[in-house]
């Protein structure tokens, strides 16, 4: 049912999935982003790379709908997003480094948050789902592969399986976009690595566009697509994985240096 409806709502745009262009962000004075212009094609897999401090999650907050830009434009399968904050949250899920569960819930009720954008609102408040909704949120478990963990409390589980929770969280929702910001840095290399495959796989079978920023560009480059280098503030390199290269390493990481 998730596969069917996520692959059914993809085949609906032949636009790329998301379009940033010329995207500038300020703080008190201080540009955080200036001039982005970047795009992610339906079950394309891009990754964000950059020192701390480039602009990365300014950059993700802004698409997901968390922070208002002060210029250039934001585009959803052809829809012009920009200044719809918090109106995204159907359509861009966003996963978090720090998981972002509730940990005294199961797991299976931290996953069924990602149907909130899609009851009413009493229904929210008391959580009363419908069953497709559960029925739902326990197919985002078994595509991530806890479905046996389903009624335990998120704070038991290890890192890696929280950080499955928040995805399939993300995948109950339906959306068209998932942000990920620095998904793994909180985990140890081998859940690092099994979280990377999982979201190569869902960008490659549910026809979902993921954008990701990472810290480690050997994940990037054994799981992304693409890649692109942000450093202060702005894009340095839009390249393919396969030409992430030396070169484009040093390009990336040396322009933030020099």
Not at 14 to 20: F, H, K, N, Q, Y
Not at 97 to 118: C, D, I, K, M, P
Not at 227 to 243: K, N, P, Q, W
Request: aromatic share 6%.
């Amino acid at each position: 049912m998730l596969r069917a409806s996520l692959q059914k709502s993809a085949g609906q745009s032949a636009c790329p999935r998301l379009v940033v262009s010329e995207l500038t962000k300020s703080f008190k004075g201080h540009v955080a982003i200036t001039d982005i212009s970047l795009s992610v094609n339906e079950h394309e897999f891009v990754a964000v790379l950059g020192p701390s401090g480039a602009g990365k999650t300014t950059l993700f907050r802004c698409i997901a709908g968390l922070l208002k830009p002060d210029r250039g434009a934001l585009h959803l399968d052809g829809a012009d997003i920009t200044r719809q904050i918090g109106r995204n949250r159907r359509r861009i899920a966003f996963v978090f480094q720090q998981f972002n569960l509730v940990s005294r819930l199961t797991a299976l009720e931290n996953v069924l948050a990602g149907r909130l954008g899609h009851i009413s609102m009493w229904r929210g408040c008391l959580r009363r789902f419908e069953r497709s909704d559960r029925l739902l949120a326990l197919e985002s478990l078994d595509r991530v592969g806890l479905l046996a963990s389903a009624m335990q409390r998120a704070d038991t589980l290890s890192g890696g399986q929280q950080q499955r929770v928040a995805i399939a969280r993300a995948l109950a929702q339906q959306p068209r976009l998932i942000v990920a910001d620095e998904p793994v840095a909180s985990l140890d290399p081998n859940s690092a690595g099994s979280v990377m495959a999982l979201l190569q796989q869902i960008a490659r079978s549910e026809g979902v566009a993921i954008i990701c920023s990472l810290h480690q560009p050997h994940f990037a480059q054994s799981y992304a697509d693409r890649i692109f280098g942000l450093s202060r503030g702005r894009v340095v390199l839009d390249v393919s994985t396969a030409a992430f290269d030396q070169t484009a390493y040093e390009q990336l990481y040396q322009t933030y240096n020099g």
